[in-house]
């Protein structure tokens, strides 16, 4: 199995080392890895993909040009579309969905041309918002960081957007909300690709709660959107009294 993460300079990193971590162990527990990503041959094109398909993996597949500094290999995206089974999709550092990447056509080819194939787009946090910009979520339910769902659905509006759950899946194309619904949903992918003791071997070792089901509200019922105040004291107090 490989694992494929796309990386923008933008890129936030708690996304990538949840994947990093939750699939190196997936290929620990396989007994094909050590604990760190395992290493590929880097890649330049599709037609030398066959010296490094035999082995299990993660790659990154840096997405603006530059050369990502990342303890795996690196592979451009036309290959890893056409090698990896699973493509990860971070969310974005600093995020304003004003300034979101957008896919290009390009791009968005080689995504549904990987789908078809019968990978898994995983998006979290707020890649969402370049998974949408592909037309992969159109008719499709989704989510993202709950501080972000209304504009999900504002940008992209054939999108089903989920507000306030920690992952979707359909068609095996999944998105997750933030921070550690990222880890959930990596470890449901690992529970449905390698087996549930794959993931409940994960689930130990990264000393976790166990399993949460993606219909689990994100722990955001009390505050409010982005940009407007929330008055912590009194939400102590009110939850005290």
Same mark, same amino acid.
């Given at each position: 199995m490989h694992v494929?993460?796309?990386?923008?300079?933008?890129t936030r990193y708690y996304d990538v080392?949840?994947?990093?971590?939750?699939?190196?162990l997936a290929f620990e527990y396989q007994q094909t890895r050590r604990r760190v990503p395992a290493v590929l041959t880097d890649c330049t094109g599709v037609a030398d993909c066959k010296s490094c398909s035999p082995t299990d993996g993660i790659v990154v597949v840096p997405m603006d040009g530059?050369?990502?500094?990342?303890?795996?290999? /690196?592979? #451009?995206l036309e290959t890893a579309c056409h090698l990896c089974d699973i493509l990860i999709i971070p969310g974005f550092s600093g995020f304003s969905p004003d300034d979101v990447p957008l896919a290009n056509v390009t791009q968005r080819d080689c995504l549904e041309s990987a789908h078809r194939r019968g990978a898994a787009i995983v998006s979290l946090?707020?890649?969402?918002?370049?998974?949408a910009s592909t037309g992969l979520l159109d008719g499709r339910i989704a989510t993202t960081h709950w501080q972000y769902t209304h504009r999900l659905a504002e940008f992209r509006t054939a999108v089903t957007v989920r507000?306030?759950?920690?992952?979707?899946? /359909?068609? #095996?194309?999944?998105?997750?909300a933030g921070e550690g619904a990222s880890t959930d949903a990596c470890t449901e992918l690992v529970r449905n690709r390698i087996g549930?003791?794959?993931?409940?071997?994960?689930?130990r070792v990264?000393?976790?709660?166990?399993?949460?089901?993606?219909?689990?509200?994100?722990?955001?019922s009390q505050a409010t959107r982005v940009g407007t105040p929330i008055d912590i004291m009194e939400t102590l107090r009110n939850a005290v009294s």
């Open positions: 494929g993460i796309l990386m923008w300079r933008g080392a949840a994947a990093m971590e939750v699939f190196s530059s050369r990502q500094t990342s303890p795996a290999s /690196q592979m #451009d946090c707020t890649g969402a918002f370049w998974l507000d306030n759950v920690l992952f979707t899946e /359909q068609d #095996d194309i999944w998105t997750s549930s003791a794959a993931a409940e071997y994960i689930i990264m000393v976790i709660a166990g399993a949460r089901s993606g219909e689990q509200t994100q722990v955001a």
